[in-house]
């Protein structure tokens, strides 16, 4: 069965400290990642995405992900985390239609 | 984008009863989608509701269970039956945009005693 995999259920930083969230996917096939983050108090909405080409895609608040195709692996990284990145992180796969599969998500929390 | 709002935010409910969540979104969708986020887990999908058919269900999720309505296009109910201490959890509605981007709604805390 497709699954996702994120290696780490909570992560503790200091401010300016370098992040990086791994994610693996199950999937032989062309898949759709994403990486969607739930502020406090917040909707879940998305960070990036990567669909195709560029194997390393930029979002939102100065995160990236890489896409390696060999490894199934979409991690996600931010040279230097701010405590307003404090939220948790969820890596999602779609291997096409409407069936998106989720991680079981990551907490960061970011001390000032 | 779209922009969809959720009722109640949370409840707790006594076992046996059932509560009905609203799902509103401020844009017409073909499919609305609802989720169960357990603490610690991860989202799963409880099925799909489509305007004008009966919603399909994932594996281990029931009709009878979580009766779901899609009267219009814009909106979607989800009722969790027969409540017990295992269906405590967070239910959100969702739609896709193109590229299968996804929406959320603010979720729904539910705590059955």
């Known amino acids: 069965a497709q699954s996702v995999s994120q290696h780490n259920h909570h992560v503790i930083l200091s401010e300016a400290a370098s992040l990086e969230l791994g994610c693996n996917y199950s999937y032989g096939g062309t898949v759709n990642l994403f990486w969607y983050v739930q502020y406090p108090g917040q909707h879940l909405q998305l960070l990036l995405k990567y669909f195709s080409g560029d194997p390393l895609v930029k979002g939102i608040k100065g995160f990236e992900a890489e896409f390696i195709k060999s490894k199934f692996s979409f991690n996600l990284r931010k040279p230097s985390v701010q405590w307003s990145d404090t939220a948790e992180y969820f890596c999602a796969v779609n291997t096409g239609g409407f069936k998106t599969i989720f991680g079981a998500g990551t907490r960061l929390f970011v001390k000032a | ?113």
């Open chain 2, 1 to 113: 984008s779209a922009v969809i709002s959720q009722k109640p935010s949370r409840d707790i409910c006594q076992r046996g009863t059932s509560l009905t969540i609203q799902c509103q979104v401020d844009s017409q969708v073909t499919m609305m989608f609802w989720y169960r986020q357990q603490p610690g887990q991860s989202l799963t999908l409880i099925a799909t509701a489509n305007q004008g058919s009966e919603a399909t269900y994932e594996s281990g999720f029931v009709i009878d269970k979580f009766p779901i309505s899609r009267p219009n296009l814009t909106f979607s109910t989800l009722t969790v039956s027969n409540m017990s201490p295992e269906d405590s959890s967070i239910y959100l509605c969702s739609v896709y945009t193109e590229a299968y981007e996804q929406y959320f709604g603010p979720g729904t805390r539910l705590t059955v005693t």
